[in-house]
């Protein structure tokens, strides 16, 4: 057989990874204003998943702009260019078997519909991390809130830059007063029926 000879191979579909890891490759979305516990529940879901033999990957704001995205401002633009990024990673992670979990302020629901789009409605689960912007703002252990009303950071959502509530959310967890184990089993609880291969 000739190597240029492409008819002999075909791509793996995303059935046949799937079959293989024995789970359904989904999207995790999860949007809340910086503080509100996005990336401790995500890092425990994670965690909580793996140890069950789940195939999972963790995309956070804080690496992604540090890499893939760190050409990009906090401007309105690219925001929606940082998301869209994210969202054409995800599907590509979707149709390797992969379930990804996200932590991205994701600001407005016309950002999340059009990464809702990207990755595809059916494989898309928004998780609402809700917290006051007061709660947020005593949990701000980066000091990024103290800076923004300082005037050291610019375009700061939920300071001045504006954070939508999610519309109809797939999920909504309180981190208000509750313990971090107790929010992962809330979306472990949502996730687990949505992955599991039968």
Known sequence: ?????????????????????????????????????????????????????????LLDGDDVRTGLNKNLTFSPEDRTENIRRIAEVNRLFILSGIITINCFISPTNE??????????????????????????????????????????????????????VPENPDLTIDTTDSTAEQCIRLALDHILPRIEYK
């Open 1 to 57: 057989m000739m190597i240029s000879d492409t008819t002999y191979f075909s791509r793996m579909s995303r059935e046949d990874k799937e079959l293989r890891f024995r789970q359904h490759s989904v999207t995790i979305w999860m949007t809340g204003l910086s503080g509100a516990g996005k990336t401790t529940i995500a890092l425990g879901l994670e965690k909580e998943l793996f140890n069950r033999g789940y195939v999972v990957k």
């Open 111 to 164: 950002i999340r519909r059009m990464a809702r789009e990207i990755i595809g409605p059916e494989n898309f689960i928004e998780v609402f991390i809700k917290a006051s912007l007061d709660v947020c703002e005593k949990r701000d252990v980066k000091g990024l809130y103290a800076k923004a009303r300082a005037g050291l950071i610019r375009e700061f959502t939920g300071i001045d830059a504006p954070y939508e």
